[in-house]
């Protein structure tokens, strides 16, 4: 049974600093592609980071490239996502996700392509 499990959200303050952490069962972890999406409200999903299977490259969206980092330890199964430089324009919902089968474009962080998804964490930047 696949699971993901998100944890590390919270408050902070604009300019801080979180890292958010994705414990994964059920798969093996470098096989699949692993990406993080957030929602914020009355947004669409929107796809952040992905680290892809195999060989590890990782991608970001424009507005967090230089400040977000994405990392895998696959003898803990767990992704991270170390966020820095914080904005209020960070603030949502951040889900990990994982896809069933092999993505021949992880880049796209097409959320329609990702089927497993953990519960979401909250990160809210405020002063």
């Known amino acids: 049974q696949v699971q993901l499990v998100e944890s590390g959200g919270g408050l902070v303050q604009p300019g801080g600093s979180l890292r958010l952490s994705c414990a994964t069962s059920g798969f093996i972890l470098d096989y699949y592609a692993i990406a993080w999406f957030r929602q914020a409200p009355g947004k669409e999903r929107e796809g952040v980071s992905c680290?892809?299977?195999?060989?590890?490259?990782?991608y970001y969206t424009d507005s967090v490239k230089g400040r977000f980092t994405i990392s895998r330890d696959i003898a803990k199964n767990t992704v991270y996502l170390q966020m820095s430089s914080l904005k209020p324009e960070d603030t949502a919902v951040y889900y990990c996700?994982?896809?069933?089968?092999?993505?021949?474009?992880?880049?796209?962080?097409?959320?329609?392509?990702?089927?497993?998804w953990g519960q979401g964490t909250q990160v809210t930047v405020s002063s």
């Open positions: 680290i892809a299977s195999h060989d590890g490259s990782t």
């Open positions: 996700a994982a896809p069933r089968y092999y993505l021949s474009d992880p880049a796209r962080m097409d959320r329609y392509e990702y089927d497993y």
